[in-house]
């Protein structure tokens, strides 16, 4: 009798054991395609993900956002999908996003019957334009973190091509330095002294280093100064702007066009405010833009007038001012562009590229996209040191010119009203 019932517990047990394994085998792992894990969403749209599941048997998409305050994955929202074995759903994140900077989200699936849990990896979010920075007075502008991959955090017309004035000597320099060493002699030519607006007061012949010439362009923003550079460096201006054009094109520009070394109004010359970002983040990875830039004079010679002496003053404010966390910028002034800044800003830890197109107030412009900066993105951390690390490594026509480029730093008279923007706002 006892071996009996032995020998039916044995077969329970296998029968059981054979049950479990077959249940086992047919709840199938859950697998979720096309999430995109890092996202930099401007705050007036929406966040939609399309994801394909397989299996969805019907169950939920459960969104959850991470709160800092519990510490913990919190519910936020759900959607439900078809009875299907595979499906493909769209996600609409809540609103909980656009008042956050930063947030982070997953994706989570309960368990079924013949179905195993899953939980996605954190999707991270920076929202940009979390917030109007009034009074702006720019027809276009940018901030744009660049220790954090270039994210978008302020956006207004970014992507609309504007006359873009003298922030086109940043490509100039750039273009120049890629092919001389700085010690080259370059002789200025009667097309160069006769560059409209030109504030180097030379004449035919007269020499210089390039890396003089680097100087005033940067430092003074010299139009005589860009020519001569572009014939110096390329034998032509026609060639110079050619190499222009194709370094702009090789930093991913898409709504920049050149057509002068100096960006004297002329039609066909244009860049925009996400395309001059990308170009001063290039720039600032010379080790000689951004010494030139941060200086506020320059004097010089030229090397077969020794007797005659040369100076170049900024014409950036904010260098003038000794604004806290400002790693320098280029400014641009013309009748149809405006003013113009593109300006490095170094805050919490981070860098910031920040760009004004179409103002008359730029340097206020600047000021208001550096405090927005601090008071939504820094999260009240002290200023730290990161650095920007050095690299290693169509047809030339007359120009129409309105209105002279900047001949000091503090021709702007700019009003602040009572707006506290200073440095350590």
Same mark, same amino acid.
């Given at each position: 009798m006892a071996a009996k019932l032995i020998k039916g517990l044995t077969l329970a047990v296998?029968?059981?054991?054979?049950?479990?394994?077959?249940?086992?085998?047919?709840?199938?792992?859950?697998?979720?395609?096309?999430?995109?894990?890092?996202?930099?969403?401007?705050?007036?749209?929406?966040?939609?993900?399309?994801?394909?599941?397989?299996?969805?048997?019907?169950?939920?998409?459960?969104?959850?956002?991470?709160?800092? %305050? !519990?510490?913990? @994955?919190?519910?936020?929202?759900?959607?439900?999908?078809? *009875?299907?074995?595979? #499906?493909?759903?769209e996600v609409k994140f809540p609103d909980d996003w656009k008042t956050l900077a930063f947030s982070k989200w997953r994706f989570v699936i309960n368990r079924s019957f013949t179905a195993k849990e899953y939980e996605s990896e954190p999707i991270t979010v920076t929202t940009g334009n979390i917030a109007e920075i009034k009074k702006l007075k720019a027809k276009a502008a940018i901030v744009m973190c660049v220790t954090d991959g270039n994210k978008i955090l302020f956006d207004l017309n970014a992507n609309k091509q504007l006359p873009n004035a003298s922030t086109t000597k940043l490509m100039t320099a750039m273009v120049s330095m890629d092919k001389l060493a700085g010690d080259e002699e370059i002789k200025f030519s009667?097309?160069?002294?006769?560059?409209?607006?030109?504030?180097?007061?030379?004449?035919?012949?007269?020499?210089?280093? %390039? !890396?003089?010439? @680097?100087?005033?362009?940067?430092?003074?923003?010299?139009? *005589?100064?860009?020519? #001569?550079?572009?014939?110096?460096?390329?034998?032509s201006v026609k060639k110079f702007v050619k190499a222009m054009n194709a370094k702009a094109k090789e930093l991913g520009c898409e709504n920049t066009h050149f057509?002068?070394?100096?960006?004297?109004?002329?039609?066909?010359?244009?860049?925009?405010?996400y395309d001059l970002a990308l170009i001063d983040i290039a720039a600032m990875k010379y080790d000689k833009i951004r010494e030139i830039l941060l200086k506020e004079k320059y004097e010089f010679t030229s090397t077969n007038h020794p007797e005659r002496e040369n100076y170049a003053d900024t014409t950036n404010d904010l260098i003038l001012e000794g604004y806290k966390g400002h790693l320098g910028g280029k400014t641009g002034w013309d009748t149809l562009?405006?003013?113009?800044?593109?300006?490095?800003?170094?805050?919490?830890?981070?860098?910031?590229?920040?760009?004004?197109?179409g103002s008359d107030k730029r340097f206020t412009d600047t000021k208001r996209l550096y405090k927005y900066?601090?008071?939504?993105?820094?999260?009240?951390?002290?200023?730290?040191?990161?650095?920007?690390?050095?690299?290693?490594?169509?047809?030339?026509?007359?120009?129409?010119?309105?209105?002279?480029?900047?001949?000091?730093?503090?021709?702007?008279?700019?009003e602040e009203d009572d707006e506290d923007l200073s440095d350590a706002a």
């Open positions: 296998l029968i059981i054991a054979a049950v479990g394994a077959l249940a086992i085998n047919l709840v199938k792992p859950t697998t979720m395609d096309g999430i995109v894990y890092d996202l930099n969403p401007m705050a007036e749209t929406d966040i939609v993900q399309t994801v394909k599941v397989n299996p969805a048997n019907g169950r939920d998409i459960v969104i959850q956002r991470w709160s800092e %305050a !519990e510490e913990e @994955w919190v519910d936020a929202g759900a959607v439900e999908m078809p *009875d299907e074995k595979e #499906a493909s759903v009667q097309k160069a002294v006769e560059t409209p607006d030109g504030n180097m007061w030379v004449e035919k012949g007269d020499k210089f280093t %390039a !890396e003089d010439l @680097w100087n005033t362009l940067l430092i003074q923003s010299s139009n *005589d100064a860009s020519v #001569a550079i572009a014939e110096g460096t390329s034998g057509k002068n070394p100096h960006g004297l109004d002329t039609d066909g010359h244009y860049s925009s405010c562009s405006g003013g113009c800044f593109v300006g490095m800003y170094e805050y919490g830890g981070k860098q910031y590229v920040t760009v004004v197109l900066i601090r008071d939504y993105y820094s999260g009240g951390e002290a200023p730290g040191k990161v650095g920007i690390q050095p690299d290693t490594g169509e047809t030339e026509e007359e120009v129409e010119i309105f209105d002279i480029e900047d001949l000091g730093g503090s021709s702007e008279e700019e």
